[in-house]
């Protein structure tokens, strides 16, 4: 996955969570604060992806999916 899906992935992930109902989720502020410097850091030029962060968005991802949150 290149920097572009990433970025793609780590919006689409914002929005399915800023969708869901604020009650339902744990630790949705967290989420929301780490993939709103993600995309900040993605952001930038000549960005580089962290050694984590490609496994971080895939296991957010797939905790959403585990939690039958509607993802993108």
């Known amino acids: 996955m290149n ?3 990433q970025l793609a992935q780590a919006r689409a992930l ?3 969570i800023l969708a869901a109902p604020a009650i339902w989720l ?3 502020e ?3 604060l780490w993939l ?3 995309l ?3 952001a930038a030029p000549k960005y580089l992806l962290g050694e984590t962060e490609a496994a971080d968005l895939a296991a957010l991802d797939q905790f959403l999916r585990k ?4 993802v993108a």
């Open 40 to 42: 900040q850091r993605a």
């Open 36 to 38: 709103k410097d993600f």
């Open 3 to 5: 920097n572009n899906e």
């Open 14 to 16: 914002q929005a399915d």
């Open 30 to 32: 967290n989420m929301l």
């Open 67 to 70: 939690n039958k949150l509607p």
């Open 26 to 28: 744990p630790r949705r």
